[in-house]
């Protein structure tokens, strides 16, 4: 009789709410690192995808990168997070003209998708998941897409609404 003590063939949940989000220190390019601490201050939208050259990974990283803007009306960073390396990473990013960082879950492979509870071990890659942490560090949504399916913006924008009304509260109460 074998018991399954949370092998990694066990599904994990992804992070949810009020959760600090864990930190990481990712290649974005061969020679180049990018950590969570450097943004702290400011919302971070994370956006872990299964691999770069999928269709709709493609079509998902196209619409974040038309919606720039937006984003940053909120000040809110945009990272992408797969486990394929950084030299896929800059050749994805060339290819289709991408202005945000895609950072390299490599090696060991799919380290921080682990700690956000979205690695597909059965796969050998991340699921589709969407994180907003605020300026503090602290996850405030979550959502994880079916992995053939572009779980698009809305979601992400309306809790970057939700944190810039509750920052306004905030500033109106001191």
């Avoid at 009020?18 to 930190?23: C, D, N």
């Avoid at 290819?95 to 682990?114: I, M, N, S, T």
């Avoid at 690695?119 to 405030?140: K, M, N, P, S, T």
Wanted: charged share 25%; with cysteine; hydrophobic share 40%.
């Amino acid at each position: 009789m074998s018991s399954n003590t949370g092998s990694e063939e066990q599904p994990t949940a992804a992070l949810t709410p009020g959760t600090p989000a864990p930190g990481f220190h990712l290649p974005s390019t061969p020679d180049q690192r990018v950590s969570l601490d450097e943004f702290r201050g400011r919302p971070v939208v994370l956006v872990f995808y299964p691999a770069d050259w999928s269709p709709v990974c493609g079509d998902q990283t196209a619409l974040y990168n038309e919606l720039l803007p937006e984003f940053h009306r909120f000040n809110a960073e945009l990272l992408g997070i797969s486990v394929d390396g950084a030299w896929c990473h800059v050749a994805f990013a060339h290819d289709r003209k991408l202005r945000f960082p895609l950072l390299a879950d490599f090696e060991p492979k799919g380290a921080v998708a682990r700690e956000y509870g979205v690695y597909r071990a059965q796969d050998g890659f991340c699921e589709r998941a969407l994180f907003v942490i605020d300026a503090e560090g602290i996850i405030r949504w979550s959502y994880v897409s079916p992995v053939g399916v572009n779980p698009g913006a809305d979601g992400i924008l309306e809790a970057l609404e939700g944190l810039e009304s509750s920052d306004k509260e905030k500033e109106a109460k001191v």
